[in-house]
Nanobody, 124 residues
């Protein structure tokens, strides 16, 4: 599956953004979809994940209660709604697709397809 992330930009602290990730190629609903981010000078980290049918989600502790992941399988798209953004949320955000088991959902290694990343900059 090929992935194309979009929706990044510059936002003030406390603001909101919605990222989108459009998929093409193989059947989208076969994939667990994750979001990861990489801040300047730091390693990439897990942000959020959504199961194939959208029934299960998981979030990094740092974004729980502020970020919401969702998907529209009819549109082959996954979304990440980010509210109450903080300056430490400045990063390149990546979407990724996995066919692995749910128990491995936070591990980068199980994601076989990655989008190109979209930059989110949160100003203080």
């Amino acid at each position: 599956v090929q992935l194309q992330a979009s929706g990044g930009g510059l936002v003030q602290a406390g603001g909101s953004l919605r990222l989108s990730c459009a998929a093409s190629g193989r059947t989208f609903n076969r994939y667990t979809m994750g979001w990861f981010r990489q801040a300047p000078g730091k390693e990439r980290e897990f942000v959020a994940v959504l199961s194939r049918n959208g029934g299960s989600t998981d979030y990094a502790d740092s974004v729980k209660g502020r970020f919401t992941v969702s998907r529209d399988n009819a549109k082959n798209t996954v979304y990440l709604l980010m509210n109450s953004l903080k300056p430490e949320g400045t990063a390149v955000y990546y979407c990724a697709a996995s066919t692995s088991i749910w128990g491995l959902r936070v591990r980068e290694a199980v994601y076989s397809s990655w989008g190109q990343g979209t930059l989110v900059t949160v100003s203080s």
